[in-house]
């Protein structure tokens, strides 16, 4: 599976922005997502998560209530919303996929996709 993450940009606090990820590959559409994100100088951290079929996501509490993980399996593409941002949400986004049909926070992903840029401003 090759996932391609796109919607980053430069936005100020209290704004929003919506993160893409489509995937090529047959097994998106059975297949847990998640979001993760690397700020500078600090480690990878998870964000959130979706089920297969999109009825059960997860999220760190940093974002719950701000930001919501959604997927259209018709389109192969997972997304993630993001309102009410802040500074603090600054980070090199990155999208995955668990390779398995749910989420479990004991699991790695097993796909990777090149990071999407988001700069919240204050």
């Known amino acids: 599976v090759q996932l391609q993450a796109s919607g980053g940009g430069l936005v100020q606090a209290g704004g929003s922005l919506r993160l893409s990820c489509v995937a090529f590959g047959r097994t998106f559409s059975t297949s847990a997502m998640g979001w993760f994100r690397q700020a500078p100088g600090k480690g990878r951290e998870f964000v959130a998560a979706?089920?297969?079929?999109?009825?059960?996501?997860y999220y760190a509490d940093s974002v719950k209530g701000r930001f919501t993980i959604s997927r259209d399996n018709s389109k192969n593409t997972a997304y993630l919303q993001m309102d009410s941002l802040k500074p603090e949400d600054t980070a090199a986004y990155y999208c995955?996929?668990?390779?398995?049909?749910?989420?479990?926070?004991?699991?790695?992903?097993?796909?990777w996709g090149q990071g999407t840029l988001v700069t919240v401003s204050s």
């Open positions: 979706i089920s297969w079929g999109g009825i059960n996501a």
């Open positions: 995955a996929a668990y390779g398995n049909p749910s989420y479990s926070d004991s699991l790695d992903p097993r796909y």
